[in-house]
């Protein structure tokens, strides 16, 4: 890759990363001062306990975010990744504003218990209880996951695993609801394979259900 292509996959990288945060944030802050918002708790989510060491899974999602852009060396290849990000947020930003879904089964955390009980506490303070439905987490890592196994199959083998860890993570240390995380893997499918459907003719695609494919 040259100096020019690698510049223009920086900027790329800076701009999608900076549309992402700077929408997710903004929408959740405005829509903690609506006056209704949904929830979607299935009837046995409140028994669902809070395992604080799982906060080290739920923000591997930025080892996620920049795994493409370290490794991805072909330019016309990481353009087809900003563009199903751009689409993946945009869709989710605006179910945000239509339908917004709060959570609301985040239990009181004492940061002294330990430095995973200090993140979680961290994290509810940073990241207030909206933008819920369907969960970005999962989206964004499956979306990720999806494309790196089509690029180099081995990469399913390390991505799906830990996506499912993700997927995992964002129950368990009371961030999603259920349906949030179901949902979200369904945009992350959906994106994938509107975006990478052209691709399909010029390599040995792989369903990304089916691991069987992978070798």
């Keep these: 890759m040259s100096l020019r292509d690698r510049l223009t996959k920086t900027l790329l990288f800076l701009s999608i990363t900076l549309y992402y945060l700077a929408g997710y944030f903004f929408i959740n802050e405005w829509t903690s ?7 979607l708790a ?6 669902i306990p809070l ?3 799982l ?30 990000f751009f689409i993946c947020v945009t869709l989710h930003f605006a179910i945000f504003l239509i339908f917004p879904v709060g959570y609301n089964l985040r239990p009181v955390v004492n940061p002294d218990q330990g430095w995973a009980y200090a993140l979680v506490d961290f994290y509810y303070w940073l990241d207030l209880p909206y933008n819920s439905f369907p969960s970005m987490h999962i989206s964004n890592a499956f979306l990720v996951a999806f494309f790196m196994r089509h690029h180099r199959p081995y990469w399913g083998w390390i991505m799906l695993p830990l996506a499912f860890l993700v997927a995992i993570s964002v129950v368990l240390v009371k961030q999603h609801y259920i349906v949030d995380v179901v ?8 994106i994938f394979w509107r975006v990478f459907t052209p691709l399909k003719a010029k390599s040995h695609y792989v369903s990304p259900l089916d691991l069987r494919g992978l070798h």
């Design 55 to 84: 906060i080290f899974a739920y923000v591997m999602i930025y080892i996620f975010l920049a795994v493409p852009y370290l490794v991805i060396e072909d330019l016309d290849y990481f353009k087809k990744i900003v563009k199903s």
């Design 33 to 39: 001062h609506r006056h209704r918002v949904f929830h």
């Design 42 to 47: 299935l009837p046995f989510e409140k028994n």
């Design 51 to 53: 395992l604080p060491a």
């Design 183 to 190: 949902a979200g893997y369904l945009v992350g499918w959906s």
